[in-house]
């Protein structure tokens, strides 16, 4: 499966998901174990997931303590049965997996997808920065996506942002100021969110009443 050298430190990451439906990680760990042991390699500890590879890192809580192990450099090597056990979470947030694994000193290695390791030398580098290609690529794309449909929601007519402060709203706002409402109170008075009343009080020039005391003492 790759020049590995015997003797390597292995952590294995198992996933099934909940949707894979009759599936059991024992499946993928019996074949993985196999193979570590054929190659001289010690398992140090087993990692296995029952959740969506959709889910970001926080939402799996075997993935989080694989890679805090990663930095304190308790193996060397992260074993999976294929990429899309590890993640599944699009190219962008995998590259960050494996560039993260990277920068502890920690491989990756893919047992069904061999040209997808990083445990070679000689070709992680490439490896990486190929994914890392296709990641900017995906982002760009998202972008585009994100851009268009913009485009097209503004040229439906729809309003996108916050609706504008209304001149109705504005003289509402003034005159309950100068009857010396607090912003708080005008807020009520008005139905204008508090935060949208203090932003406009101090564009009017209006202090709040707090202050306007002590300056008149």
Not at 33 to 49: D, L, N, T
Request: net charge positive; hydrophobic share 40%.
């Amino acid at each position: 499966m790759g020049p590995m050298p015997e003797g390597k430190r292995i952590a294995i990451y198992a996933r099934v998901s909940k949707e894979d439906r009759g599936q059991e990680p024992e499946n993928q760990l019996l074949q993985l174990r196999a193979w570590c042991g054929a190659a001289g390699h010690q398992v140090v500890g087993e990692y296995v997931e029952y959740v969506s590879g959709g889910k970001s890192t926080d939402r799996r809580p075997n993935l989080a303590a694989l890679m805090d192990h990663a930095h304190r450099r308790q193996f060397y090597v992260v074993l999976v049965w294929a990429l899309d056990r590890f993640s599944r979470e699009g190219m962008v947030p995998t590259i960050g997996h494996l560039q993260r694994l990277a920068s502890y000193g920690v491989a990756f290695h893919s047992y069904t997808e061999p040209m997808l390791s990083t445990d070679n030398e000689l070709v992680r580098d490439i490896v990486l920065a190929i994914m890392a290609s296709l990641a900017k690529a995906e982002r760009q794309k998202i972008s585009e996506r994100t851009k268009a449909g913009l485009a097209r929601a503004r040229g439906n007519g729809k309003r996108l942002g916050r609706a504008p402060f209304s001149a109705l709203n504005r003289d509402k706002l003034r005159m309950v100021l100068e009857a010396g409402k607090t912003w708080h109170a005008a807020s009520i008075a008005t139905g204008i969110p508090y935060s949208t009343v203090k932003k406009h009080a101090r564009a009017l020039g209006y202090n709040p009443p707090e202050r306007r005391r002590a300056s008149v003492d």
